[in-house]
């Protein structure tokens, strides 16, 4: 899926969920303004994983203004990949595998940051609409929710484990009534990929306004020099891993023979 669509996307999203969650008259509403420290991230071999800076402003109608600052919310996430998740069972005293469910879709990366934990700031309904939290994240599968639900959450235990999903409660910082601030943990097992950043403004549980902006992870330098020509030539890159190993296998029995 590509950014431009998952832009747009989102926009019906917010506009399709402001419809149903609220029955009252249309009027003025608040809007948001945002951004990210850096648009493009650069992955080098000696990459140990960085800090993104996401901050904003919200712009308040005059019949808004004063009645309080409302609840923002941040998510960077993807990109969206394959899984096959296979159950581990001891069949005759040995491990073997099992079930397995495929899984279409599966951000590689989720982070979530928000002002207060987002159970406060929304119903459920609309974070589960809106997939606003590592546990509300549905994937595809090719079999039925009853069966795919625990191959799911398995996904997203291992995810949490390996720091790729993460959710922090209290972490967007207000400066103000108008200004907010957050930074999300880039790691350094971080997917390379194109990203989204989304912003999400709610009040009194309604959602108000919601941006996003584009966010890309490229190695860069040698190592992306080596990921392009694997992933463009994958048979030569084989066959020219084989024959470095062997060239370094050579020069080390050179370099330590006894006389």
């Known amino acids: 899926m590509t950014l431009a669509f998952r832009a747009l996307a989102l926009s019906l999203t917010v506009i399709c969920t402001t419809c149903l969650i609220t029955n009252e ?3 003025a509403q608040s809007s948001l303004v945002t951004d990210i420290s850096s648009h493009l991230i650069s992955v080098t ?28 919310l941040v998510v960077v996430r993807g990109p969206e990949k394959d899984v096959i998740v296979r159950r581990k069972e001891r069949v005759a005293g040995i491990w073997i595998n099992t079930d397995a469910v495929e899984f279409s879709r599966v951000p590689s990366f989720y982070a979530l940051a928000s002002n207060r934990p987002v159970e406060d ?5 609309v974070l589960k609409r809106l997939r606003l939290g590592p546990s509300r994240l549905r994937f595809r599968a090719n079999e039925p929710a009853n069966i795919s639900l625990p191959f799911e959450e398995a996904i997203v235990r291992q995810k949490a484990r ?7 409660a209290a972490a967007v910082y207000f400066l103000g009534d108008t200004l907010f601030r957050t930074t999300i943990a880039i790691p350094a097992n971080v997917p390379v990929g194109d990203y989204i950043a989304e ?5 009194d549980g309604e959602l108000m306004s919601a941006q996003s902006s584009p966010l890309f992870i490229k190695k860069s330098g040698l190592g992306r020099t080596i990921f392009d ?7 030569l890159y084989g ?9 370094a296998g050579w020069l ?5 023979r006894k006389d």
């Open 162 to 168: 390996e720091d790729l999903y993460k959710d922090q």
């Open 252 to 256: 080390a029995s050179i370099i330590y």
């Open 239 to 247: 066959i020219a891993a084989i024959i470095v190993a062997l060239f």
């Open 45 to 72: 071999s000696d990459f140990t994983g960085t800090e993104l800076l996401l901050f904003g402003a919200i712009q308040y109608e005059d019949d808004d203004f004063g009645q309080g600052q409302g609840d923002v």
């Open 25 to 27: 008259p249309a009027r």
């Open 199 to 203: 912003f999400y403004l709610f009040r």
């Open 229 to 235: 020509f694997a992933q463009d030539y994958p048979a």
């Open 121 to 125: 700031i929304a119903p459920p309904d």
